[in-house]
Nanobody
Framework: QVPLVESGGGLVQAGGSLRLSCAAS????????MGWFRQAPGKEREFVAA????????YYADSVKGRFTISGDGPRNAVYLQMNLPKPVDTAVYYC??????????????????WGQGTQVTVGS
């Protein structure tokens, strides 16, 4: 069973908005933070945004800073990504992930222990 389930993906026009959601599915766990990554065809999976529950800190890739906003509910292991002013280059499969280690920096895939299956986001020009 996939521990995390993403929703909200789809087709959006450039300059519009889209909200992705991610929630724990069935399995009980305690995370120190959660994040979003994305992977476009032929490219490596890249960091988008993360949130650390203990201090409420948020982190963003430079490419999305000022346009995307991460938020969530730590006790429920739920995380959201508000995508404003998306661009065609944001087109990718978006994955949410949960980090279970307190020392995780939360900016690289290796810092995460649980992953969702991904949701496709396509930004039309």
């Amino acid at each position: 069973q996939v521990p995390l389930v993403e929703s909200g993906g789809g087709l959006v026009q450039a300059g519009g908005s889209l909200r992705l959601s991610c929630a724990a599915s069935g399995r009980t766990f305690s995370s120190y933070g959660m994040g979003w990554f994305r992977q476009a065809p032929g490219k490596e999976r890249e960091f988008v945004a993360a949130i650390r529950w203990s201090v409420g800190s948020t982190y963003y890739a430079d490419s999305v800073k000022g346009r995307f906003t991460i938020s969530g509910d730590g006790p429920r292991n739920a995380v959201y990504l508000q995508m404003n002013l998306p661009k065609p280059v944001d087109t990718a499969v978006y994955y949410c992930a949960a980090g279970l280690q307190a020392t995780s920096i939360l900016k690289i895939p290796a810092d995460y222990d649980l992953w969702g299956q991904g949701t496709q986001v396509t930004v039309g020009s």
